[in-house]
Every structure is written in structure tokens, then in C-alpha cells.
Nanobody, 124 residues
Framework: QVHLVESGGGLVQAGDSLRVSCAAS????????MGWFRQAPGKEREFVAY????????YYSGSVKGRFTVSRDNAKNTVNLQMNSLKPEDTAVYYC?????????????????WGQGTQVTVSS
């Protein structure tokens, strides 16, 4: 049974850094694309970042590129999102997701499993 559990959210000030993590279980982690999405109040969930199974390939949304870094530890079955220079508009619930058996696709309907999310709040 696939489980994705996020952790590390919290309340920070603008300009601060924060790292959120996702612990995965129930599947061959190193063969699966992993991604981060977020949903701000009153908005649709949006793609944030992607990392390939081996970790060699990454991709970011334009709004976070240069500030956020996605990484994974396949020995520990974890994927991390390091968020620097946070802005109030980064406030959202952050979700990790797993995408099986396809070429990377950022559309959320193509992702197979989701975590419950962790809240990140950035105050101005």
C-alpha cells in the first residue's frame, strides 16, 4: 500500500527558508517520479517541482525556479523541497505526489498518489 507523508511545514517570515519532506513507502521508490504541488486558499492546486526516479532530472514552475530546490534520498525513501527567499505568496498547503510508469507530466491528473499535505505560511 502506497503511503506519502509530508512533514516540516510551519510559519515563517518573508525572506526565511524552510524545508518540507515527504516519506514514501509501499513501492519501489527509486523508479518513480516524485513531485511537489501546492494549493493556496481560494486557488487551484498547482505544480511546484519534479524530480526523476534517479534524481538526475528536475523541473520547476516559473514562480519558484531559483528559490526552491527539490532533492531525494533513495536510500531513505524521502523527497525534500528546500524553499529559500520565501514570499507571502508561497503560503499554501504543500503536497508531495508520485507518478508511475509514464514520462513526466506536470498535470496533476496524471499523478497517481498524493500525501495529505503540510501547511506553509509566510508572513510579511
Amino acid at each position: 500500500q502506497v503511503h506519502l507523508v509530508e512533514s516540516g511545514g510551519g510559519l515563517v517570515q518573508a525572506g526565511d527558508s524552510l524545508r518540507v519532506s515527504c516519506a514514501a513507502s509501499g513501492f519501489a521508490f527509486n523508479t518513480v517520479h516524485m513531485g511537489w504541488f501546492r494549493q493556496a486558499p481560494g486557488k487551484e492546486r498547482e505544480f511546484v517541482a519534479y524530480i526523476s526516479g534517479g534524481g538526475a532530472a528536475t523541473y520547476y514552475s516559473g514562480s519558484v525556479k531559483g528559490r526552491f530546490t527539490v532533492s531525494r534520498d533513495n536510500a531513505k525513501n524521502t523527497v525534500n523541497l528546500q524553499m529559500n527567499s520565501l514570499k507571502p505568496e508561497d503560503t499554501a498547503v504543500y503536497y508531495c505526489a508520485a507518478q508511475f510508469d509514464r514520462t513526466f507530466d506536470a498535470r496533476q491528473g496524471t499523478w497517481d498518489y498524493w500525501g495529505q499535505g503540510t501547511q506553509v505560511t509566510v508572513s510579511s
